[in-house]
């Protein structure tokens, strides 16, 4: 029997909860479920008003993977769709993830959380700038941390903030809160950036997606910034063999990482860590939100 749960008033079904999702650790759908309960607090304040993208797995990592952007069939009427722009499909509609009810049952599909960098009530005008840096073997973590201090230095210096958090795969993110501003105009100044860095620091970085320029550098995507884009949000767990988070880090963990000989292992952020560091430290991105901290794109 399916168990039935209520949430904030609304009844989910909750389906499957002895099912393997994480093989290395044996981490089951209810576990997840639990972690997204736990953490309802700090994710959703990254999901609110922002179409979400789905990164479905079912089955696991080793399964089926498949993104979706439409409300998935069997959406409830109470969670929040709003309509968004389309080329292909003017009429387009995604789900907006506003509450912990919507959370659970967004959860209960095993889905990876994927946000753009703009709001449904201006679309295309971002409030926040992403670097996704990713490292190509042999480069690690390690690399993409000295990258990271790199980029928040130049950003400093055209009064811009940086905040860090793992991408829950290989590397790291650097998201920076801007005034609103045309999507355009932020991926233009993304890539001006990338293009800095690389010449800046040719043995250790690439601005361009081309494998055979990748191996042993870090390719610093400013590509997400386009509003068509999205990035994985803060605190989603992603499909991976052990339950990693994309969770956010302090600058001293960032440049500890960055140091000769560092254990890259050291920012693999798994589900259980979430809680006690949010303990520890109170969320990290929350100044992502206040008035005041977010800069002027030049």
């Not at 956010?248 to 960055?258: G, H, I, L, S």
Request: hydrophobic content about 45%; glycine content about 6%.
């Amino acid at each position: 029997m399916t168990p039935i749960t209520e949430v904030e008033g609304r009844r989910l079904a909750l389906s499957n909860l002895d099912k393997v999702l994480h093989p290395l650790t044996g981490t089951t759908k209810g576990e997840v479920l639990h972690y997204y309960a736990t953490v309802g607090a700090a994710i959703l304040p990254h999901l609110r008003d922002r179409p979400v993208s789905f990164l479905r797995y079912p089955d696991g990592p080793d399964g089926q993977l498949f993104f979706t952007k439409n409300p998935p069939p069997g959406t409830p009427s109470w969670v929040s769709t709003t309509s968004v722009p389309r080329s292909d499909d003017p009429r387009a509609r995604q789900v907006v993830i506003q509450d912990l009810a919507s959370l659970m049952w967004a959860a209960n599909l095993v889905v990876e959380f994927h946000t753009p960098q703009w709001r449904t009530s201006s679309p295309a005008v971002a409030d926040r700038l992403v670097f996704d840096l990713d490292p190509g073997p042999p480069a690690t973590v390690v690399d993409c941390c000295r990258v990271a201090l790199h980029l928040r230095e130049r950003l400093a210096a055209d009064g811009l903030e940086a905040f860090a958090k793992t991408s829950g795969a290989k590397g790291l993110h650097l998201l920076v809160p801007v005034v609103p501003t045309p999507s355009e105009h932020v991926s233009a100044y993304a890539r001006r950036l990338a293009v800095e860095a690389e010449a800046e620091l040719p043995r250790l970085v690439v601005h361009r997606m081309a494998r055979a320029l990748r191996p042993g550098k870090v390719f610093v995507d400013h590509s997400q910034n386009a509003a068509a884009k999205t990035t994985a949000t803060p605190y989603t767990l992603r499909a991976r063999a052990l339950p990693a988070v994309s969770a956010p880090v302090t600058w001293e963990e960032v440049a500890d990482c960055a140091a000769p000989a560092a254990d890259p292992e050291k920012l693999v952020l798994l589900m259980d860590d979430i809680a006690p560091r949010l303990e520890r430290y109170g969320e990290l991105l929350a100044p992502l939100f206040a008035p005041g901290r977010a800069g002027i794109v030049p």
